[in-house]
C-alpha cells in the first residue's frame, strides 16, 4: 500500500506564495499520472493540477497562470508551486495519482488571509 505524506502549507497573506511536496512511499507513483486536490470547507474535494510522467500537465482554470505542479521520478515526489494566493484557494490541499488509486493522506492546511 503505497502511503502519500503532503506537507508545505500554511497561513499567508492574498498575493503570497507556498510550495507543497507530497512524498509518496511507493515506486508505482512515480509511475503514474499524478495530481493535487483540495477540499474547502463544505466543498467536494476538486482536482486542482495533474503531471504526466513525462511532464506534461493539466491545471483547473482558477489556477491557471498561478499555479505550477512538478515531479520528481527518482524520488518519488510531486510539488505544487502556488504564487500570488487568493483567499478562494484557502483549503486543505491533497494529492494521489489521477483516479485517486491510493488511500488519501492527512492532506496540508493552506490558508490565505490578512
Known amino acids: 500500500q503505497v502511503r502519500l505524506v503532503e506537507s508545505g502549507g500554511g497561513l499567508v497573506q492574498p498575493g503570497g506564495s507556498l510550495r507543497l511536496s507530497c512524498a509518496a512511499s511507493g515506486s508505482i507513483f512515480s509511475r503514474a499520472v499524478n495530481a493535487w486536490y483540495r477540499q474547502a470547507p463544505g466543498k467536494e474535494r476538486e482536482l486542482v493540477a495533474s503531471i504526466a510522467v513525462g511532464g506534461s500537465t493539466n491545471y483547473v482554470d482558477s489556477v491557471k497562470g498561478r499555479f505550477t505542479i512538478s515531479r520528481d521520478n527518482a524520488k518519488n515526489t510531486v510539488f505544487l508551486q502556488m504564487n500570488s494566493l487568493k483567499p478562494e484557494d484557502t483549503a486543505v490541499y491533497y494529492c494521489?495519482?489521477?483516479?485517486?488509486?491510493?488511500?488519501w493522506g492527512q492532506g496540508t492546511q493552506v490558508t490565505v488571509s490578512s
Open positions: 494521489n495519482t489521477q483516479f485517486r488509486n491510493f488511500s
